[in-house]
């Protein structure tokens, strides 16, 4: 039984005995697939922040996967995508690939192929969920700052010495120490690299 949170396979797929079949497969290795004939129907549904991949049908008729795929990107989805074609050349290959495809497969497709660029399509939204929740914490973090303890903090994180930033500022040395001591604080950091670290994430 498949867990409310379990990675979603997202198929479209305009040739019904392909999808049917896809879907399947999937399935049968304990995989939650949502099929569609339609890209519209995709639209519909997708929510955007899933963790899963789309498996996409490179050509179909009322509008392409490649179209399908950079109106996804236009809209900063980072959802990873297999393409799937049955008539692929180098150009298209290409145009997927620039535009963040993870794969690019040819039918008929190997099932033992598809299932492996799966697992690594998941791998790879999931990574990124990672990083992106890790750049909202530390951007949430800097957010709690006062406007000193973000002057301190960023002075800091570039090299700068509590006297030369107490000169640069016009405050007291104890003054620069406290708004820095704070500043650690609030951010959850205990060393300079630490520091230096959660301002890239934030930037």
Same mark, same amino acid.
């Given at each position: 039984?498949?867990q409310?949170d379990?990675?979603?396979?997202y198929?479209?797929d305009d040739?019904d005995a392909?999808?049917?079949s896809?879907?399947l497969l &999937?399935?049968?290795?304990?995989?939650n697939?949502?099929a569609f004939a339609?890209?519209s129907?995709f639209?519909?549904?997708?929510r955007?922040? $899933?963790?899963?991949?789309?498996v &996409?049908?490179i050509?179909m008729?009322a509008?392409s996967?490649l179209a399908v795929?950079e109106r996804?990107v236009a809209t900063?989805?980072r959802l990873?995508i297999i393409?799937?074609?049955?008539?692929?050349?180098?150009?298209?290959?290409r145009r997927?690939f620039?535009?963040?495809a =993870?794969d690019?497969l040819?039918?008929p497709?190997? $099932?033992?192929?598809?299932?492996d660029? &799966?697992?690594?399509?998941v791998?790879?939204?999931?990574?990124?969920?990672a990083?992106?929740?890790q750049?909202?914490e530390?951007?949430?973090?800097?957010?709690?700052?006062?406007?000193? /303890?973000? /002057? =301190?903090? $960023?002075?800091v994180a570039?090299g700068?010495?509590?006297?030369?930033?107490a000169?640069?500022l016009?405050?007291?040395l104890r003054?620069?120490?406290?708004?820095?001591?704070?500043?650690f $604080?609030?951010?959850?950091v205990?060393?300079?690299?630490e520091?230096?670290?959660?301002?890239l994430?934030?930037?």
């Amino acid at each position: 039984m498949m867990q409310a949170d379990s990675p979603v396979v997202y198929l479209v797929d305009d040739d019904d005995a392909v999808r049917d079949s896809l879907s399947l497969l &999937l399935r049968s290795v304990g995989m939650n697939v949502k099929a569609f004939a339609h890209p519209s129907e995709f639209f519909e549904q997708f929510r955007g922040d $899933e963790l899963g991949c789309l498996v &996409l049908d490179i050509r179909m008729p009322a509008i392409s996967g490649l179209a399908v795929q950079e109106r996804l990107v236009a809209t900063g989805c980072r959802l990873p995508i297999i393409m799937i074609t049955g008539h692929g050349d180098v150009a298209q290959c290409r145009r997927a690939f620039l535009s963040g495809a =993870v794969d690019f497969l040819t039918k008929p497709i190997d $099932e033992q192929v598809l299932i492996d660029s &799966l697992q690594k399509a998941v791998r790879v939204c999931r990574d990124g969920q990672a990083a992106r929740h890790q750049i909202d914490e530390a951007k949430a973090r800097f957010n709690k700052l006062t406007p000193r /303890e973000r /002057e =301190v903090c $960023e002075r800091v994180a570039d090299g700068l010495i509590n006297k030369r930033i107490a000169e640069d500022l016009g405050l007291s040395l104890r003054t620069v120490e406290a708004y820095r001591a704070s500043g650690f $604080e609030k951010l959850e950091v205990a060393s300079v690299a630490e520091l230096v670290r959660m301002k890239l994430l934030a930037d």
